[in-house]
C-alpha cells in the first residue's frame, strides 16, 4: 500500500494527461467519495486542481474529479497517467498501477472493504496485475 | 467492427442465422430478430448477455408456429451502448422495451424473462396489460427486498462493481461477460467453445462494458436504493396479476437460488405453472436452451388449446 504516494502537483513539462480510467459513480458507496475528500482535502480544494498520486512504476497520475448539479460532490473521478507528450502509454504497466492504486483506495476507504477481498476478486476474474 | 468479429466467429452464423433488424426507440437504436409467424413471443435477456442467449430457446418456439422478437438491451449486444452512466436507468430500460412493443404493435405477447430482462419486462408487462397474454420468469427477481444473498456479499460481487474498481475489472478486463458467464455455466467448456467469444466480440472495448458495471448498482441493497420503489411497484402489481405465467429455474442457479426465488415467484403467482427445474445456472439458456424452448412452447400451446388467454 506503501506503494502509491500523494504527491504534489508535477511540473506540467512536456507532458500530457492519458484518460484511464471513467467512474460516474463515485458515491455509489459514500465511503469511497469520503475517502477521496480526506486523502485530497477536496472540501477545501474543491475543483480548483487534480490531485496526484505516484505509482509503483514511477508513473504520476491524476485525479480529476467531477461535480455535477444536485450531487454531492465529487460524484465522479476520472485517472489520467502523466505521460510523456508525444510518446504512448505502456499498457502494461498502466494497468498494473491502476490495480495499485485501487488496493490503496480499499485500504484508505476501510472495512468492510479489505484489500485481501479485492485481490481474491482480480484473482477469480484472472486479472493478471493480481497475480 | 462487432459484426465483422461475429462473423469470423467460428460457428457463428450457424448458431445465430437471423437477420439484424433496428428501431429507433426512447432515442436509441434497438437491435432485435424477429422471426416467425403467430402470436409473438419476446425473449428478454439480461446482464451481459444479448439475443445469442437464447439461440437454443427460439427453434422449437418457431416450430410450434410462435413468432419470436428478440430485443438486445440498449447498451448490449448489437444495440447501441450509450458511453455515460447516467443513460442508463431501470425506468428508461422499461421505456425502450416499450416503445419497441408499440412500434410493432405487438398484441397477445408471451413475455419471457431473464435476469434483468425480468424488471424491464415485467414492468412493462404489468403497465401494458391489454398487450400481454403470458409471462415466462427464470432467474430474475421482482421485489425490493431482501437481495440475493450473493449479492449482499463484499466478495466479490459487492467489490467487484464498487467504485472505480467496476470500471477496471468489468471495463478495462471486461471480467462479467468473460469468465462472469463462464462460471455460472455448467458446462463451462461447451461454453467456452460456442459462446463465450461471441459474448465477448459484442463488448469489445472498455466504453462498449459500461452497462456490465452499471446494472448491478441498481439492484436495491437497501431500502434507500434508487429503484426500490420500482420494484416495490412491480411486487404489488404482479400479486395482482392473473397471467398465465411459467416459472423455470436452473437447478444449479447460486445467483438466484430457486429453494429461494422460484419459491418466491410461485408465492407471488401462485397459479403459475412451475417451478420447472432444468440444468443450468445463473445463465440456464447456455446448458438447457431446446428444453426450455419446448417448455415454453408447451405452456403456450395448453393455454391457446384451453382458450384460457387472458
Known amino acids: 500500500m506503501t506503494e502509491v504516494a500523494i504527491i504534489d502537483a508535477p511540473a506540467a513539462g512536456d507532458t500530457r494527461r492519458e484518460l484511464l480510467l471513467t467512474e460516474d459513480r463515485l458515491g455509489h458507496y459514500p465511503e469511497f467519495r469520503a475517502f477521496f475528500i480526506r486523502a485530497f482535502d477536496l472540501d477545501r480544494v474543491g475543483l480548483a486542481r487534480p490531485g496526484h498520486v505516484r505509482a509503483p512504476s514511477g508513473l504520476v497520475y ?33 494497468d498494473r498501477d491502476l490495480w495499485s492504486i485501487l488496493q490503496w483506495m480499499i485500504a484508505g476507504v476501510g472495512p468492510p472493504w479489505t484489500v485481501e477481498d479485492l485481490r481474491a476478486t482480480g484473482r477469480l476474474y484472472r486479472i493478471p496485475a493480481a497475480g | 467492427m462487432i459484426q465483422d468479429d461475429l462473423a469470423r466467429t467460428e460457428g457463428f452464423r450457424t448458431r445465430w442465422p437471423h437477420a439484424a433488424r433496428y428501431a429507433r426507440v426512447n432515442g436509441w437504436r434497438m437491435h432485435y430478430v424477429d422471426e416467425g409467424h403467430g402470436d409473438p413471443v419476446l425473449l428478454l435477456h439480461g446482464n451481459p448477455t444479448w439475443g445469442f442467449l437464447y439461440r437454443d430457446v427460439i427453434p422449437p418456439l418457431l416450430q410450434a408456429g410462435y413468432r419470436v422478437i428478440v430485443p438486445d438491451m440498449i447498451g448490449f449486444g448489437l444495440s447501441e451502448k450509450p458511453p455515460r452512466e447516467q443513460a442508463h436507468s431501470l425506468d428508461g430500460h422499461i421505456a425502450n422495451l416499450t416503445g419497441l412493443v408499440r412500434q410493432l404493435d405487438l398484441r397477445r405477447l408471451a413475455v ?89 466480440a459484442v463488448l469489445p472495448d472498455p466504453a462498449a462494458r459500461l452497462l456490465t458495471w452499471t446494472w448491478p448498482r441498481w439492484i436495491p441493497l437497501d431500502a434507500e436504493a434508487r429503484a426500490a420503489r420500482r420494484f416495490a411497484w412491480l411486487e404489488e402489481r404482479l400479486a395482482r396479476s392473473a397471467l398465465p405465467t411459467l416459472i423455470v429455474w ?32 445463473h445463465f440456464l439458456q447456455e446448458d438447457s436452451g431446446a428444453a426450455i424452448g419446448a417448455l415454453i412452447a408447451a405452456f403456450l400451446g395448453r393455454l391457446d388449446g384451453g382458450g384460457a388467454v387472458r
Open chain 1, 62 to 94: 491524476a485525479l480529476v474529479f467531477v461535480g455535477r448539479s444536485g450531487e454531492a460532490f465529487p460524484c465522479g473521478v476520472e485517472i489520467h497517467a502523466v505521460v510523456d507528450a508525444l510518446e504512448p502509454l505502456d499498457e502494461a504497466v498502466a
Open chain 2, 112 to 200: 419471457v424473462c431473464h435476469d434483468w430482462g425480468g424488471p424491464t419486462g415485467l414492468s412493462f408487462a404489468m403497465n401494458n396489460p391489454d398487450r400481454v397474454r403470458a409471462l415466462t420468469v427464470m432467474s430474475t427477481w421482482a421485489w425490493a427486498a431482501p437481495p440475493a444473498e450473493f449479492h449482499t456479499r463484499v466478495f466479490p460481487w459487492r467489490t467487484m462493481h464498487a467504485p472505480l474498481v467496476g470500471p477496471y475489472l468489468l471495463g478495462r478486463h471486461n471480467v462479467l461477460a468473460g469468465r462472469g458467464v463462464y462460471l455460472s455455466v455448467v458446462d463451462r467448456e461447451k461454453f467456452r467453445r460456442e459462446a463465450q467469444p461471441v459474448y465477448e
Open chain 2, 250 to 281: 436452473g437447478r444449479e442457479d447460486d445467483v438466484f437460488d430457486a429453494a429461494t426465488f422460484a419459491a418466491r415467484f410461485k408465492r407471488l403467482l401462485p397459479h403459475a405453472d412451475g417451478p420447472h427445474l432444468v440444468t443450468g445456472r
